[in-house]
């Protein structure tokens, strides 16, 4: 299991003034931002584009974008992405479309990548891709909004994919997404978590960096 990294998602930042926003965790150290990318489609929101990114890394911002695509079509647009500075690129199983030739284009494109799954798809969904990625998304809440509550069946899935790793030699990350703070962080961390989007509950914090110690610390 790879050591507790902290993605907090900007999705929860100051979407009048997002570089700032993005200047938060970077001044704390942190090397991750997670990147929500919403389609109106495939989830009832929009958020960014290609040219959100773009404008975050001319702005200044060098930590590792942690890109997660909630689209219908999102073999259309990672080329976008990739170009605007994308770091990783996460993608759903759950639309139909060509995942595996989607993710080997993903790092032809010079990034990592990530199958992303839904808290009601089942590990056994994206078994046939896990030796292809870089990153396993387990989705803990429906995605298309924040601030909502953490889903604790989601953890038997976490145990699955962590055993899975352990059991097959897989080094990818296995992330979790949605309703993330520190009492369901620890929860999921128990059963194989690496890496914690948080959202609402990281730019809330009175005490950003108290809080980065503690998901540090787990
Ligand atoms: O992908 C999503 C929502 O669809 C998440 O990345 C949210 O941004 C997490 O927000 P919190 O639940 O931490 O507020």
Redesign the pocket.
């Known amino acids: 299991m790879h050591p507790p990294l902290l993605s907090p998602?900007?999705?929860?930042g100051d979407h009048a003034h997002l570089a700032a926003s993005a200047r938060i965790p970077a001044n704390l150290g942190l090397r991750w931002l997670?990147v929500?990318i919403?389609d109106a489609h495939f989830?009832p929101?929009l958020t960014f584009g290609p040219g959100t990114v773009a404008a975050l890394r001319a702005a200044g911002a060098t930590q590792f974008f942690d890109t997660?695509l909630?689209l219908d079509e999102p073999h259309r647009y990672v080329e976008a992405f990739a170009t605007a500075g994308a770091s990783s690129i996460s993608i759903h199983i759950e639309p139909a479309y060509d995942h595996q030739a989607t993710l080997a284009r993903i790092r032809a494109l010079g990034c990592q990548c990530g199958i992303v799954l839904n808290p009601d798809t089942p590990a056994t969904a994206v078994e046939h891709l896990l030796p292809h990625v870089d990153l396993v998304l387990v989705?803990t809440?429906?995605?298309?909004?924040?601030?909502?509550s953490?889903r604790r069946d989601t953890l038997a899935k976490m145990r699955t994919l962590a055993d899975w790793r352990a059991a097959r030699g897989f080094r990818w990350r296995l992330e979790v997404?949605?309703?993330?703070?520190l009492t369901t962080a620890p929860e999921c961390r128990a059963h194989g978590a690496d890496t914690f989007?948080?959202?609402?509950?990281?730019f809330a914090a009175p005490d950003k960096a108290a809080f980065a110690d503690a998901i540090a610390r787990l």
């Open positions: 998602s900007l999705l929860a997670h929500d919403m989830v929101n997660h909630m989705m809440v429906q995605p298309g909004f924040g601030g909502q953490f997404d949605g309703g993330i703070d989007v948080a959202g609402t509950a990281f």
